[in-house]
């Protein structure tokens, strides 16, 4: 059993050993794994882009063929934001909790699968429900993309970095307008 010296002397030493986050982020440099983790997540926040601002595109079809009244279209054009706070609340917590990654790639499957989904809805209801569920992904994935990457970013060039992610949405909003 070691004696009260010992031990300090012990705790001593491991932290001596210990490093900060940030100088353990910027000793490992910026690589490869940097530039296809901005592909990634920027390909992700694109992805949340095209999911919130489709509906724009879509109302005008959308009233003719499900015979929207004017409540119907703004309750269509919420509907996705509202799925977003929850989502936000859900995901972010289990973001935290168990890890972001893991949490990211279940709120992009949940995204895509419901957005699909809805495309396929033949009532107004249907088309509701889903694209709230689609809300839901997106209200994950835009705050753990975010996160996400930023960890992974040396601190002298975090916000740089950052405003290229942003670019992505723009690219987002581009794939939306030139498939209109």
């Not at 309750?75 to 973001?95: K, Q």
């Not at 835009?142 to 950052?162: M, T």
């Amino acid at each position: 059993m070691p004696t009260e010296n010992e031990d300090l002397d012990l705790r001593q030493e491991n932290d001596e050993d210990r490093v900060d986050y940030e100088d353990a982020i910027e000793a490992t440099g910026y690589g490869r794994f940097h530039y296809l983790l901005l592909l990634i997540c920027g390909w992700a926040n694109a992805a949340d882009a095209v999911e919130i601002i489709c509906v724009s595109f879509l109302l005008p079809s959308a009233e003719c063929d499900l015979n929207l009244s004017s409540q119907d279209k703004g309750w269509l054009s919420a509907i996705v934001f509202v799925g977003m706070m929850v989502g936000g609340y859900l995901w972010g917590s289990l973001g935290d909790a168990l890890g972001r990654r893991g949490v990211l790639m279940a709120a992009m499957f949940v995204n895509a699968l419901f957005g699909a989904i809805s495309s396929l809805s033949q009532d107004f209801g249907t088309f509701l429900t889903f694209r709230f569920l689609s809300g839901v992904g997106v209200g994950g994935s835009i705050p753990v993309v975010w996160s996400y990457f930023a960890e992974f970013q040396p601190k002298r060039i975090r916000g740089n970095l950052l405003s290229c992610l942003a670019a992505f949405w723009m690219l987002g909003n581009m794939v939306v307008a030139g498939t209109n």
